[in-house]
């Protein structure tokens, strides 16, 4: 019996010390792996059943930042880019137009000449945006200087979730040529329309920028009136 017991010792002394080199050895190629800089991202090893791994994630700059600007009064919702800054629109300068500047966006870069615009008009409730877009077009001609227009297009032209209409036109302001983009869409007897307008050269580049603008445009309830 003594004999069984001492031999059953000495197994087990054997056991202890067998997974003890074991650990030893796995903590030493680890160590290694580290000091030479081998990856040891998603490395796994196991021992009596137990696993233990040792993962690393990738961290990716985020791109600049989106704001959000909001305007109860008119029931207006857009994202615009951290690196360019939002202004209070023009209004209306009561000069026949019944249009009004609600906001105004425009790189912080001083060097770009990029504006954006969100405004709203008041329209006939029989008015469509066809006839909308096309007196839009007539009165600019006789307002601006040199100003063209492209065809208008309507189909698959969408604004804030509703039908919307989308024109490219160019002109020329104190000797300076200008191209520019407007999209709108007439909700009620109101049609929201947004204008981009920049410099022939630079007008491609910032449009992809626009069109994320554009496209998170939303409509929320308005608390003016009429």
Known sequence: MKLFLSNHGLKVKLQSR???????????????????????????????????AASTSNVSSNPPGLLTYKN?????????????????????????????????????????????????????????????????????????????????????????????YKVIYSFTDQGENIKGLETGTIVGNKVYFITYENSPSKFDSDLPTVQKMIDSFKLTSSKSSG
């Not at 290694?32 to 991202?41: E, K, V, Y």
């Not at 249009?99 to 469509?128: C, G, H, L, Q």
């Open 72 to 164: 109860d009064s008119y029931g207006v919702n857009i994202q615009y880019p951290a690196n360019w800054s939002s202004n209070p629109g023009e209004g209306n300068d009561n000069s026949g137009d019944s249009s009004t500047d609600i906001v105004t966006f425009s790189p912080k870069d001083t060097s770009s000449s990029a504006t954006f615009d969100v405004s709203v008009d008041k329209v006939d409730s029989s008015e469509n945006l066809k006839q909308y877009v096309s007196d839009s077009i007539s009165d600019n001609k006789i307002d601006l200087k040199n100003y063209t227009a492209s065809e208008p297009t309507l189909n698959g032209v969408t604004l804030a979730g509703t039908p919307a």
């Open 18 to 52: 067998y997974y003890g080199h074991v650990l030893f050895i796995l903590c030493a190629l680890s160590l290694a792996l580290i000091i030479i800089g081998l990856p040891t991202s998603n490395f796994t090893y196991k021992l009596a059943g137990t696993v233990f």
